[in-house]
């Protein structure tokens, strides 16, 4: 298995090729081990093998990228029940455990005196997106970076990176 850490300069576009954000990511490991979770894993098989100075462009639909949109996602809760719910601010992240679940990633999305909405679905949730890529610096990835990059399971049984 060739895997390999990249920096890279990309440009984030919808599929109607409307630029989304313009990033450098520095040393990114890819190709993990198979069932290995991690996100965009399309991103990853996109840039393997590729070279310093190379220039790619990788289309990954809405369902290899973030997800489609998921509307179980949403809620919908009384204000009081989110403890310091008074300072939160439209499009601020909150944690929060539901009733028989994890605590979860939520983005506040509507605020009003008595109700908060909070959206667990990624900003890019549903889109097709296109990442044009420039490599700016390639190296194969020792054994020791692969290995810390792994999940490890706790006591609790919980997958913690």
Do not use: W
Request: proline share 3%; charged share 30%.
């Amino acid at each position: 298995m060739n895997v390999q850490i990249v920096s890279f300069h990309c440009v984030l576009k919808n599929k109607l090729g409307q630029i989304i954000s313009s990033t450098y990511n520095r040393d990114v490991l890819t190709s993990l081990p198979e069932g290995t979770d991690h996100s965009l894993p399309g991103l990853s098989v996109g840039l393997k093998d590729i070279r310093k100075g190379e220039k790619r462009q990788i289309e990954l639909s809405a369902e290899e990228a973030y997800g489609f949109y998921d509307t179980t996602k949403v809620l919908e809760l009384a204000r009081e029940s989110l403890v310091g719910s008074s300072k939160l601010k439209v499009g601020e992240s909150v944690l929060f455990a539901r009733e028989g679940k994890n605590v979860e990633k939520f983005r506040v999305t509507d605020l009003s005196q008595d109700r908060i909405t909070l959206d667990g679905n990624h900003p890019l949730a549903g889109q097709d997106l296109i990442f044009e890529i420039e490599a700016l610096d390639v190296r194969e990835a020792t054994p020791e970076e692969i290995q810390d990059s792994l999940p490890e399971e706790s006591d609790d049984g919980i997958l913690r990176h």
